[in-house]
């Protein structure tokens, strides 16, 4: 079973910094096949990017993913005060496997 | 609108069952898997369940095994969770969410229902 750990477990940052999340595999990920959700307290995930780069109708340019193999990152480019959340990756090639999650506070 | 919307939730003793339904509205729903997904209080996000557009290949997560079954009935634009022999820790939020095209991320998501299992 391919276990996602996410790094840090929280990031305390100010609006306008950079933010990078990483979600590391335990075994190679096949065709690139993951995902970023953000969820915002007390309400469902919302999907970012999917295909470790591409990302979902509708979210800013702020947000990238990168990576392959088995490291994967999302950077966000600049925090807006809306970003500050809790983000998770999930494995979507075989196995459906969600990282614990890295949450984004303000600093 | 594009909308996935649950209900079902509730209190109810562990051994117990529950059915949830999934409402799905603004999308051709017989072309895109189903899938639930559950939250612990205070805890990350779990897969629990899919189901292809045709209803006719299911997936389990092991902690769910021959107690939940999912189940969609394309007519009604609607997905079901049976969940039985509760436990307390399937505790949770439980959320429908909606496969990408062709692939299994999970682009569209329900508010989710809350399921708690205590005595």
């Known amino acids: 079973e391919i276990v996602l750990t996410q790094s840090p477990g929280t990031l305390s940052l100010s609006p306008g910094e950079r933010a990078t999340l990483s979600c590391r595999a335990s075994?190679?990920?096949?065709?690139?096949?993951l995902a970023w959700y953000q969820q915002k307290h007390g309400q469902a995930p919302r999907l970012l990017i999917y295909?470790?780069?591409s990302r979902a109708t509708g979210i800013p340019d702020r947000f990238s993913g990168s990576g392959s193999g088995t490291d994967f990152n999302l950077t966000i480019s600049r925090l807006e005060p809306e970003d500050f959340a809790v983000y998770y990756c999930?494995?979507?090639?075989?196995?459906?496997?969600f990282g614990g999650g890295t949450k984004v506070e303000i600093k | 609108e594009v909308q996935l919307s649950e209900s079902g939730g509730g209190m109810v003793q562990p051994g117990g069952s529950l059915r949830l339904s999934c409402a799905a509205s603004?999308?051709?729903?017989?072309?895109?898997?189903l899938n639930w997904v559950r939250q612990a209080p205070g805890k990350g996000l779990e897969w629990v369940s899919s189901?292809?557009?045709?209803?006719?290949?299911?997936f389990y997560a092991d902690s769910v095994k021959g107690r939940f079954t999912i189940s969609r009935v394309n007519s009604k634009n609607t997905v079901y969770l049976q969940m039985n022999s509760l436990r307390a820790e399937d505790t949770a939020v439980y959320y429908c969410?909606?496969?990408?095209?062709?692939?299994?991320?999970?682009?569209?998501w329900g508010r989710g229902t809350l399921v708690t299992v205590s005595s």
């Open positions: 969410a909606k496969g990408g095209l062709n692939s299994w991320y999970f682009d569209l």
């Open positions: 603004g999308f051709p729903f017989s072309s895109y898997a």
């Open positions: 189901i292809i557009g045709s209803g006719d290949s299911t």
């Open positions: 295909g470790a780069f």
């Open positions: 999930q494995r979507y090639g075989g196995s459906l496997t």
């Open positions: 075994q190679r990920l096949d065709n690139t096949l």
